[in-house]
Nanobody
Framework: QVQLVESGGGLVQAGGSLKLSCDAS????????MAWFRQRPGLAREFVAA????????LAREVSKGRFTLSRDNGKNTVSLQLHSLQPEDTAVYYC??????????????????WGQGTQLTVSS
């Protein structure tokens, strides 16, 4: 099973930027679709963005487009989410998740079988 550890969360002012990182255990990151989900206070966990192994496909929620940039470094077993123009409504626990192989990206949490513990991002107004 993939072990995932998120980092980079914290407190940022509205309009600011932050980079979240996810480190995966070696050997089990290969060929997996990697995704970020978030859970805002009082709400269900929601899909943010995902990227295929080769990086040739990235899927993002509408709210993420233009503000969030997803990338991965397969040599370092890491996936990163760069967040810009943050707003208070972006306050959430952000989770890294590993899904299936191939080019299909699923946006449902049930399709991802490995999860990190999450990192808290708080955006102040």
């Amino acid at each position: 099973q993939v072990q995932l550890v998120e980092s980079g969360g914290g407190l940022v002012q509205a309009g600011g930027s932050l980079k979240l990182s996810c480190d995966a255990s070696a050997g089990t990151f290969d060929n997996r679709v990697m995704a970020w989900f978030r859970q805002r206070p009082g709400l269900a966990r929601e899909f943010v963005a995902a990227i295929t192994w080769s990086g040739d496909r990235i899927l993002a929620r509408e709210v993420s487009k233009g503000r969030f940039t997803l990338s991965r470094d397969n040599g370092k077993n890491t996936v990163s989410l760069q967040l810009h123009s943050l707003q208070p409504e972006d306050t959430a626990v952000y989770y890294c998740a590993a899904g299936g192989t191939g080019s299909h990206i699923d946006t449902t949490s049930q399709s991802y079988d490995s999860w990190g513990q999450g990192t808290q991002l708080t955006v102040s107004s």
